[in-house]
C-alpha cells in the first residue's frame, strides 16, 4: 500500500503563473516530508522540506505548506519559470525510526509553457 | 553537488549474470542507500548502509545484495540478473543529521535482455 501519494502524473502551467503540487501520506509516523525535483538523466536533486512541527516552510520562490490534520502538503511554486519543468517526487520519513530512509510518491511532471 | 559518483552510468547484460554497480562518496558520509526508479513506482529503497559493514534491507531488496567495506564505497550486486531489474538505479548519502536532506547521484541505467 502506497504510504506517500502523488495523485497527478502530470501539471501544466504557464510561465509567470502558480504551481501546485499537492502530495498525501497514510503514515501518521511521518515527521519529516521533503521535495525534490528530477531533470531527465540526471539524479534528484532536494528542493525543499519541513518538519512535521511547522505548518509552512518557504525558500526563495517555493513554499511547502504542511496540513497534518488532513496528511496533506503541498509544494507551491511562484512564479513558474520554464526551468522548473521537471519530475518533482514528494518524500516522507521518520527520523526517529528510519535513519532517514525515504518512502517516495510517484512524482507529478510539471511542463511550464513560455 | 555533493561528491557521489556512480559507475558504470550504463550497462546492458544478459539474463542470469552477476552484475555490480558501484557508488563512491568523497563526502565522508554515514550513510549510504540504493534506490531503484521504475516508471509508475517513483523511487524505492533496496538496501542502505549505516557504517562499514552495516547494511539493511529496504522495501524491494529481494534479489540484490550489498556491501561496504569502506566508508566512501557502497556496492550493489545483482546475483543472477533478471529482466525485472532493468531498471534506472541512483545511489544516495546523508550524514545522517537531523534536517540534513538525502543527495543523490546521477544514476546508473541498467539493461537485463
Known amino acids: 500500500d502506497q504510504q506517500v501519494k502523488q495523485n497527478s502524473p502530470s501539471l501544466s502551467v504557464q510561465e509567470g503563473r502558480i504551481s501546485i503540487l499537492n502530495c498525501d501520506y497514510t503514515?501518521?509516523?511521518?515527521?519529516?516530508f521533503l521535495w525534490y525535483k528530477k531533470y531527465p538523466a540526471e539524479g534528484p536533486t532536494f528542493l525543499i522540506s519541513?518538519?512535521?512541527?511547522?505548518d509552512k516552510n518557504e525558500d526563495g520562490r517555493f513554499t511547502v505548506f504542511l496540513n497534518k490534520s488532513a496528511k496533506h502538503l503541498s509544494l507551491h511554486i511562484v512564479p513558474s519559470q520554464p526551468g522548473d519543468s521537471a519530475v518533482y517526487f514528494c518524500?516522507?520519513?521518520?527520523?526517529?525510526?528510519?535513519?532517514?530512509?525515504?518512502?517516495f510518491g510517484k512524482g507529478t511532471k510539471l511542463s511550464v509553457k513560455p | 553537488d555533493a561528491g557521489i559518483t556512480q559507475s558504470p552510468r550504463h550497462k546492458v547484460t544478459e539474463t542470469g549474470t552477476p552484475v555490480t554497480l558501484r557508488c563512491h562518496q568523497t563526502?565522508?558520509?554515514?550513510?549510504m542507500y540504493w534506490y531503484r526508479q521504475d516508471p509508475g513506482h517513483g523511487l524505492r529503497l533496496i538496501h542502505y548502509?549505516?557504517?562499514?559493514?552495516?547494511?539493511d534491507k529496504g522495501e524491494v531488496s529481494d534479489g540484490y545484495s550489498v556491501s561496504r567495506s569502506k566508508t566512501e564505497d557502497f556496492l550493489l550486486t545483482l546475483e543472477s540478473a533478471t529482466s525485472s531489474q532493468t531498471s534506472v538505479y541512483f545511489c544516495?548519502?546523508?550524514?545522517?543529521?537531523?534536517?540534513?536532506?538525502?543527495?543523490f547521484g546521477n544514476g546508473t541505467r541498467l539493461t537485463v535482455t
Open positions: 544516495a548519502i546523508s550524514d545522517g543529521v537531523l534536517g540534513s536532506p538525502l543527495h
Open positions: 503514515n501518521s509516523m511521518f515527521d519529516y
Open positions: 519541513i518538519s512535521s512541527i511547522k
Open positions: 518524500a516522507a520519513t521518520n527520523y526517529g525510526g528510519s535513519q532517514g530512509n525515504l518512502i
Open positions: 563526502e565522508n558520509h554515514r550513510y
Open positions: 548502509s549505516y557504517g562499514v559493514k552495516d547494511t
